[in-house]
């Protein structure tokens, strides 16, 4: 079956450094997705992507489509400690019947 | 606030009994999805229910089922329960029925069940 692979499990950074985190697939997807889950809660969706080479940012966020189509990266610049979390990527394909495919999550801890 | 709403927050019950969990999904939302969080696994995907079909299928155990009623809302259930199901389960919610985008799903806070 599909998977996604994200790696490390875990990041740690200083607040205020920028971080990135990828995410890639032996398998072509029409969506992107990126997550983000704080301790106890749902996952959030922070940016979703439509577009083979695609770049959108939402704030401090920036995350990109792939040309390949089976690869994504976010970005988080400046850092702060609330980015604390676990960052998810999912692929996509088109349809009422599509589910996604999640990667395993990298949880990003930021030190003050 | 996604607008997904599940219920109960908690539940606590004994190995062998059953348990409903239940989501109504985004005013407008037509596909209902459930997942299973467990602790050092990522989110698994178990079902789909499409305005009141079901429409994937994940990794669900036979114990497991669950439904989509006419007014979207849906219920997991989960029987025969084992320590081993102890776990966060997520309800999320996609499409309305002027169209997509599906692939964006959003969740509802999760369930958090414990099997004693």
């Known amino acids: 079956g599909q998977q996604l692979n994200q790696s490390p499990q875990s990041m740690f950074i200083q607040e205020g450094e920028d971080v990135s985190m990828n995410c890639t697939s032996s398998?072509?997807?029409?969506?992107w997705l990126w997550y983000k889950q704080d301790p106890g809660e749902g996952p959030v969706l922070l940016i979703a992507?439509?577009?083979?080479?695609e770049l959108t940012s939402n704030g401090r966020l920036t995350a990109q489509f792939g040309i390949t189509r089976k690869d994504s990266f976010l970005n988080i610049s400046a850092s702060i400690p609330s980015d604390v979390g676990i960052y998810f990527c999912?692929?996509?394909?088109?349809?009422?019947?599509?589910?996604?495919?999640f990667g395993k999550g990298i949880t990003l801890s930021v030190r003050p | 606030d996604s607008g997904v709403t599940q219920t109960p927050k908690h539940l606590i019950t004994a190995t062998g009994q059953r348990v409903t969990l239940r989501c109504s999904p985004r005013?407008?939302?037509?596909?209902v999805y459930w997942y299973q969080q467990s602790l050092d696994q990522g989110l698994q995907f178990l079902i789909q229910?499409?305005?009141?079909?079901?429409?994937a299928k994940g990794n669900i155990l036979e114990r497991f089922s669950a439904q989509q009623f006419p007014d979207l809302h849906s219920e997991l259930n989960l029987s025969s329960l084992e320590l081993g199901d102890s776990a966060l389960y997520f309800c999320?919610?996609?499409?309305?029925?002027?169209?997509?985008?599906?692939?964006?799903?959003?969740f509802g806070p999760g369930t958090r069940l414990t099997v004693l």
């Open positions: 398998s072509i997807f029409n969506t």
């Open positions: 992507l439509y577009k083979a080479g």
């Open positions: 999912a692929g996509g394909s088109p349809g009422a019947n599509s589910k996604l495919t």
């Open positions: 999320a919610s996609s499409g309305t029925k002027t169209g997509g985008p599906y692939n964006e799903q959003f």
């Open positions: 005013s407008g939302d037509l596909s």
């Open positions: 229910y499409y305005n009141g079909e079901e429409r």
